[in-house]
């Protein structure tokens, strides 16, 4: 493995100061000392060892790196501030069997919350009601309406998950009939908290437990603890026994994976070992999902997060929202195979229509001035609730934050929900709620990478203008965020399955711990199909004569496919990931294309 290959002028690795996906292409730096000392202590080849120092693990954290456990990263619950009292209400409408519902999201964070909740409350004997808002009829978050129908239906505590740290209207109207609401959230907010009675997030600014980079799950997997604690304490566990919070765990690394939120501390224990417990299949609504998508074996990032994930997400996104919820808190295999087939046929439809706006969007942001420090594209129509996914399908081929907005007409008022993601290094949410601020959102919030927000259409251009303003600052300095890393460079025949083996030892991966890539260099595509609706499946060769089979995912119609499916004879540098790939019961080696160079002279 070759790893000193950067340009000493630019620092780019093998000269790439300008790819096909626009990026500067750099080689990410592992400090040789710390290299050669994890490589001792642990036993390892040079190659992981430089992948783990590479990502700032010190030698010390080795060994908990590659065998992260919960219980060496597990806060105190008593460190989230109200966490104590949230346990404490929760307790007390247990015990004196009030009526409690369960309000969350309808992403997949959410319901993974509200299925963790839900089974802890029902081990104790309580049976929650579970409420999950329409995306199109009732928007993100509670609502002065909802929380009517609960009071109707006879509930007495709510609790909000992934939802309610910045609902200051719904939780007064709330209170005001007589609920008492304890909101668990992990969102970023202001020093303005929303009437509840108890408050529990990471990210408010009076908290200091250190855990702002868990999501809902998270966060709610935390609660539990905190649960058991107080239970423990109040001597409350008769017969039932002590839930065993950890069965919930493929459910909170659900959340957590979906949520996109940096795998570090606790929330890489929290995949870590929740991976092996869904890899058990015991959950009937996971194993349905499963079946559904054909997933065999193990259980991965990968499945998880675009398998099972979009799955869930496709019933709030264009069907029931409860419909996650619900298959994910039933124990009846049958309910779960029916409702996992309903949410399948959604996926497909969900896809479709995704497709359908992907297109018109596109073709807006094409038009849309280079220099730009975001791209918006809005439409009347959209669905809302598939233009967060096209979003970040966008964000990734521009390489800039895009925002997009559906527009719904209804006779003189036009309001646009938009959905956006953006790029490390530019804080899209924390703009959000500065336009809301400002007066030019009518809502909006969010966090670093993504952000909501509700806008009259007539004020998207002065929108626009304010957040292409305000972010071209951090865009300029995002630069080097934004460059693809690998972590060297390799010749064809070192593309191989013992390699792919080794590297998942540093696995889990996601935000925080991006999974491991390396270039090849001056390599001829030899081999190039389109495959599926917009996959391509190419070989490339170097000079060597040796070769790597690949794949490059949903690319076929940008610059990175059609220079595989027309290359000709021309000179590349590649980078991708090197992937085992099992096939008819045989592992075998492929290269997961991120992109492509044209290689100079």
């Known amino acids: 493995m070759v790893t000193d290959v950067t340009t000493r002028d630019t620092g780019a690795l093998l000269g790439v100061e300008h790819s096909l996906s626009g990026r500067k292409w750099r080689l990410r730096e592992a400090d040789e000392a710390a290299v050669t000392t994890i490589a001792r202590q642990q036993g390892l080849p040079d190659a992981l060892a430089r992948v783990i120092a590479a990502r700032g693990v010190p030698p010390e954290a080795a060994g908990s790196y590659l065998s992260p456990r919960l219980r060496d990263v597990f806060p105190d619950p008593s460190a989230l501030a109200d966490m104590d009292k949230a346990a404490g209400l929760i307790w007390d409408a247990v015990a004196a069997g009030r009526r409690i519902a369960v309000f969350a999201d309808y992403d997949v964070d959410g319901a993974t919350s509200a299925a963790q909740l839900v089974r802890w409350l029902r081990h104790v004997g309580h049976d929650a009601d579970i409420y999950i808002p329409d995306r199109i009829e009732e928007g993100y978050g509670p609502s002065a309406k909802a929380f ?36 668990i959230d992990h969102h970023l907010m202001d020093d303005d908290f929303p009437p509840a009675a108890a408050l529990v997030n990471p990210n408010r600014p009076d908290d200091t437990s ?58 890489r224990a929290l995949v870590a070992q929740g ?63 029916r409702i996992a087939a309903e949410l399948d046929a959604l996926n497909a439809e969900r896809r479709s229509i995704e497709a359908a706006v992907q297109d018109e969007a596109l073709a807006q942001l094409e038009r849309q001035g280079a220099d730009r420090a975001i791209l918006v594209a809005s439409g009347e129509g959209w669905h809302p609730g598939v233009i967060g996914v096209v979003a970040g399908r966008l964000k990734d081929r521009f390489s800039k934050p895009v925002i997009v907005i559906g527009i719904d007409r209804r006779g003189e008022t036009a309001l646009g929900k938009g959905s956006g993601r953006s790029v490390p290094g530019v804080n899209l949410g924390g703009a959000i709620a500065a336009a809301r601020h400002e007066g030019l959102l009518l809502a909006g919030g969010g966090h670093a990478m993504a952000g909501g927000l509700t806008v009259e259409a007539d004020r998207i251009n002065a929108l626009i203008a304010y957040l292409d303003e305000r972010l071209a600052p951090e865009l300029a300095e995002a630069g080097d965020a934004m460059a693809l890393k690998a972590d060297g460079v390799l010749a064809a025949s070192g593309v191989t399955v013992e390699l792919a083996e080794m590297l998942e030892r540093a696995g889990p991966f996601g935000q925080g711990n991006p999974e491991p890539r390396f270039a090849l260099s001056r390599v001829r595509v030899s081999f190039a199909k389109r495959v599926g609706t917009d996959h391509v499946r190419f070989s490339l060769q170097d000079l060597s004569g040796a070769s790597v089979q690949g794949i490059s995912f949903r690319t076929a119609d940008t610059p990175l496919g059609e220079a595989l499916l027309s290359a000709g004879e ?3 540098h590649a980078v991708g990931r090197v992937k085992c790939d099992a096939w008819q019961g045989r592992k075998r080696v492929q290269l997961q294309l991120d992109d492509l160079a044209t290689a100079q002279d």
Not at 150 to 175: I, N, Q, S, Y
Request: hydrophobic content about 45%; aromatic content about 4%; overall charge negative.
């Open 275 to 337: 991976l092996r417990v869904m890899s058990q299949w015991l959950q009937p609504g996971i194993k349905a999902l499963a079946d559904a998508a054909g997933i065999d074996g193990e259980a991965s990032v990968y499945h998880a997060g675009f398998l099972i994930g979009p799955r869930i997400n496709a019933g709030g996104r264009v069907g029931r929202s409860d419909l996650g919820a619900h298959l994910l808190t039933t124990d009846d295999p049958a309910k779960a195979a």
């Open 210 to 267: 250190g855990c702002g980079h868990l999501a809902a799950a998270g966060v709610t997997f935390v609660l539990l603890a905190a649960l058991n604690r107080e239970g423990r304490r109040r001597g409350a566990f008769g017969e039932t026994g002590e839930p065993d919070i950890m069965q919930w765990m493929d459910l909170a690394a659900l959340g957590t994976i979906c949520d996109v939120v940096a795998l570090e501390g606790l929330n």
């Open 148 to 183: 009517e129908t609960l009071r109707e239906r006879g509930a007495e505590l709510v609790v909000t998950l992934d939802c309610g740290a910045a609902a200051h209207d719904a939780l007064r109207h709330g209170a005001g009939i007589g609920l008492d609401i304890v909101v």
């Open 570 to 572: 021309g000179l590349w």
